[in-house]
């Protein structure tokens, strides 16, 4: 048997977060875990789980156990502009895997999804498990390219099944879709009958105001539109808790039907769904958006004392991350080379793009390191930016 390693093999993937390989590690796009997670509540839900049995049997159905959908879909409800019940839920390992799953579910070999050109690189690979072909169409500051999107509809037709956007503090480059960008988008998969997939990994990590609507806003229920969420960013990525929010219980079932993991773990969605359910959910988002706008002024402190003029960037309203654009005569690995025998790490840009050609972009994550290191970091990087410049 020949097992296809190559897939999986990302060399800019952080390998080992515990110790990470640069002191001043702005590349990796992790929670800091020791100051998120509410460690003694989620230790004492977990053993109220267990000692009273709640939490030990396998989960019954494929979409999930029943009380964290319900909760799950409660708070979705309160957090949205729609209606969410537990029968459109399906709970599943992180956002990743709901990816995954609605991919395989809409696809077929030879099928073509269109994804932002950047993007999460990691979903790239994801996206190929399902043997189909991932194209990029550009990002611009108002969200997905349209113009480009809709030249790819008519390149591709009927192959074109899926539509994979992070609408919301994109990663990587920081993007709130507007409005008008949700609702073409969302026109376009109607008429074009194509799915949009929208990740709202960063949905509710805004700093001031909140982004606007999901996608699914603009849907009314057509089905054209799935949603994947995670508890990853918020509150415990170990948990690898996420859902798909369907248009209704038969097209969430539909998306059950390639889970290999069966049913959900009962401790990890239950923890989750007594943690939403004792009202714990909304002060602990509250603490993370606070605590990410903080790490993010420290950082944007930095750049704009250190970063020469030259360097393209705004300043993030949510979400993880600083998306630079150098000119063109600047290589990021150059910087990133000079940065490193110093101890800092970022993410060379070109990994989040289909084709990974272009070598002008870093990507700046701000939520793992304190004071000290981000502005260590930042004045690294600057430095090594203007020392490839002068290449
Ligand atoms: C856009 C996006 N989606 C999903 C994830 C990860 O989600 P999960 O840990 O729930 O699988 C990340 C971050 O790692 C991300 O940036």
């Not at 714990?280 to 002024?297: D, F, I, K, V, W």
């Amino acid at each position: 048997m020949v097992v296809c390693l190559g897939l999986f093999y990302t060399p800019y993937h952080p390998e080992n977060i515990m110790t990470p390989k640069y002191p001043y590690d702005l590349r990796t796009g992790y929670p800091n875990t020791e100051i998120l997670v509410p460690h003694e509540k989620l230790a004492s839900i977990a053993q109220d789980l267990l000692l009273t049995d709640r939490a030990t049997q396998y989960g019954g159905v494929l979409q999930g156990p029943l009380m964290p959908r319900e909760r799950i879909a409660e708070w979705l409800t309160d957090h949205s502009t729609q209606t969410a019940t537990p029968e459109q839920l399906v709970i599943t390992a992180g956002a990743i895997a709901a990816t995954d799953l609605v991919c395989r579910t809409v696809t077929e070999p030879g099928s073509i999804v269109v994804v932002e050109d950047p993007t999460f690189y990691y979903m790239i690979n994801i996206l190929k498990m399902s043997h189909i072909d991932v194209v990029g169409a550009p990002m611009t500051r108002e969200g997905i390219d349209l113009d480009a999107l809709a030249g790819l509809v008519e390149k591709y037709g009927d192959r074109l099944k899926l539509v994979y956007t992070i609408p919301s503090f994109h990663n990587p480059t920081g993007v709130n879709a507007s409005p008008e960008n949700r609702k073409k988008l969302v026109e376009m998969a109607q008429q074009h009958n194509f799915t949009v997939l929208e990740d709202t990994t960063y949905q509710w990590l805004y700093f001031d105001s909140p982004p606007p609507p999901l996608c699914r806003h603009y849907d009314e229920g057509s089905g054209h539109v799935v949603s994947v969420g995670s508890f990853s960013k918020t509150l415990m990525p170990s948990l690898r808790l996420g859902w798909i929010w369907a248009a209704n219980e038969a097209h969430a079932q539909s998306f059950t039907k390639f889970k290999g993991d069966a049913v959900a773990s009962t401790l990890n969605s239950g923890m989750v769904g007594e943690f939403i359910g004792r009202g714990l959910y909304e002060s602990q988002l509250e603490y993370a958006r606070n605590h990410y706008s903080e790490r993010c002024g420290v950082l944007v402190e930095a750049l704009q004392k250190e970063i020469p003029d030259y360097v393209e960037w705004d300043v993030p309203q949510g979400g993880y991350f600083v998306w630079m654009t150098l000119p063109e005569h600047i290589k990021a690995q150059d910087v990133l080379e000079l940065s490193q025998v110093r101890g800092a790490d970022f993410m060379p840009g070109r990994h989040a793009f289909v084709d990974g050609a272009d070598d002008r972009y870093m990507r700046l994550c701000f939520t793992m390191m304190d004071d000290e290191k981000l502005q260590t970091g930042a004045k690294i990087i600057a430095e090594s930016i203007e020392a490839a410049a002068a290449r």
